[in-house]
């Protein structure tokens, strides 16, 4: 058996609008600093009003997210397994009591 990877040290690199762009983990003791780490890279992307529409894992799988055009929620969700996740045709809406609102 290999032995067990644990994250020691994590760092998030932001873009200019402060989207949460890189999450870096060193492994096994490493650090940004030192030689030797095994390093793993979570990318994220956004659309143009910040939803995320993407995130790419290490061993270049990836999710996706698409959004209803009406923009009250997520239209189809694709996990890293590249199975479609079933639309929702609703949102919650917290400030009203987290009612149902139809997604038209």
């Known amino acids: 058996m ?16 402060n989207r949460l762009e890189t999450e870096t983990a060193y492994l096994n003791g490493g650090s940004p ?6 390093v793993v890279v979570n990318r994220h992307e956004y659309d143009a009003i910040d939803r995320q529409t993407k995130l790419t894992f290490p061993d270049g ?3 996706t ?3 209803a ?5 997520t239209a189809t969700h694709t996990d890293r397994g ?15 009591g987290c009612e149902l609102q139809l997604c038209r």
């Open 61 to 63: 799988l990836f999710e």
């Open 82 to 96: 590249g199975i479609g996740v079933s639309p929702s045709q609703y949102t919650l809406r917290p400030r009203e």
């Open 33 to 38: 600093d030192t030689n030797g780490a095994t």
């Open 2 to 17: 290999g032995s067990k990877l644990e994250i020691m040290s994590k760092a998030n690199a932001y873009d200019a609008l």
């Open 69 to 73: 055009v009406c923009g009250c929620g």
């Open 65 to 67: 997210w698409d959004y």
